[in-house]
C-alpha cells in the first residue's frame, strides 16, 4: 500500500545532496537512484519541492548526505530566492535558478508553453527588493510542485 499525502502535511525523501539552507528547491531530475530527491541546480529544472529543513548533524555539526529529509509540495512555502534576484513584487512568478533557488520568471511570449510551466516554483506572495535574497512565501504551483 503507498502512503497517502494530505495537503498541508509535509513529504520525506532521501536527499543525494547536502541542504545546508531551508527552502531550497528539490528535484527528482537527474537522480542516481530512485526515490531520492536533489538539489534543483540547474535553471529550469522541474521542482519537486521545498526543503523545510537543513541536512545538518546536530551532533558533528556537519551537513549529510543520503539522509530523510521533510519537504513540502504544496500550499504557501518559504523559498529561498537566489541572491542575484531580479525586483520581485506579490504575484510575479518565479522559476529555478542556479543553487536551488528561485527568481522572478517572465514568460517569453502570450502563449505559454509546458516547458515554462514545468519551470515554475509558484507565484511570490511578498516582495523581495533587487539583490537581496534570502527567503520569500511562495504559493507553490500544483502543475508542477508534487508527484
Known amino acids: 500500500m503507498s502512503a497517502v499525502h494530505y495537503p498541508g502535511e509535509a513529504v520525506y525523501r ?3 545532496d547536502t541542504i545546508d539552507k ?3 528547491i528539490l528535484t527528482l531530475e ?3 537512484t530512485a526515490g531520492y530527491v536533489k ?3 540547474l535553471a529550469g529544472e522541474t ?4 526543503a523545510l529543513k537543513t541536512t545538518k548533524n546536530p551532533i558533528t555539526e556537519d551537513y549529510d548526505k543520503t539522509v530523510p529529509i521533510a519537504i513540502q509540495i504544496d500550499g504557501i512555502a518559504q523559498v529561498l530566492i537566489d541572491d542575484t534576484n531580479a525586483v520581485i513584487t506579490v504575484g510575479d512568478m518565479l522559476a529555478v ?3 536551488a533557488t528561485a527568481d522572478k520568471f517572465t514568460f517569453a511570449g502570450a502563449t505559454v508553453s509546458v516547458a515554462e ?3 515554475l516554483v509558484g507565484m511570490a506572495e ?3 527588493a533587487l539583490t537581496t535574497g534570502g527567503l520569500c512565501k511562495v504559493r507553490l504551483a500544483k502543475l508542477v510542485m508534487g508527484p
Open 14 to 16: 532521501t536527499t543525494e
Open 97 to 99: 535558478t542556479a543553487n
Open 47 to 50: 521542482p519537486y519541492g521545498i
Open 22 to 24: 531551508k527552502g531550497r
Open 117 to 119: 510551466l514545468k519551470k
Open 39 to 41: 538539489l534543483a541546480d
Open 30 to 32: 537527474g537522480i542516481g
Open 126 to 128: 511578498e516582495a523581495v
